[in-house]
């Protein structure tokens, strides 16, 4: 379900298309409550790092439920031009890769040399998968 997303920069400086509701009946569903670590700032990273991070979801019997990830950000070397709306950016792609022994999640940020991230694909919970997020203004 997409609610008032907007079409244009001047419409909306910030648009996050959610699926889901909690009370969806039969559905297995998780509230991202935080996601904590070590990140780094993408527009710092000189190649690849490493960190971990922990992400803590509140269940549908409201219990929270933590799971800690090891993890690799990789930072393209080369710039790109990306559409966000009306607008175009010229940005830098990183990829994170993060495991917890069991299964693997992987992430991507778009960003400025200033460190704006203006567009991401980031993993939400197994019950909703991944969110796209994209930002106009800083």
């Known amino acids: 379900r997409v609610d008032n997303v907007a079409h244009g920069c001047a419409q909306a ?5 959610l699926a889901g509701r909690r009370e969806m009946e039969g559905a297995r569903l998780e509230d991202m409550m935080s996601s904590e670590g070590t ?7 000189p190649g690849s ?3 971990v991070k922990k992400h803590s979801w509140l269940s549908s019997d409201n219990q929270i439920t933590s ?6 950000a990789f930072v393209e070397n080369t710039r ?4 966000v709306f009306d607008k175009t950016f010229l940005v830098q792609h990183a990829i994170e890769t993060c495991t ?3 299964s693997k999640i992987e992430n991507d940020y778009f960003f400025e040399r200033n460190g704006v991230v ?10 909703l998968g991944y969110l796209f997020v994209m930002a106009c203004n800083s």
Request: proline share 11%.
């Open 118 to 127: 203006r567009r991401s694909r980031q993993y939400h919970s197994p019950a």
């Open 49 to 51: 790092t490493e960190y």
């Open 100 to 102: 917890d022994g069991d």
């Open 39 to 45: 990140f780094p700032s993408f527009h710092l990273i």
């Open 67 to 72: 799971t800690n990830y090891s993890c690799t």
């Open 80 to 83: 790109e031009k990306i559409t």
């Open 13 to 17: 400086p910030f648009a996050l298309p």
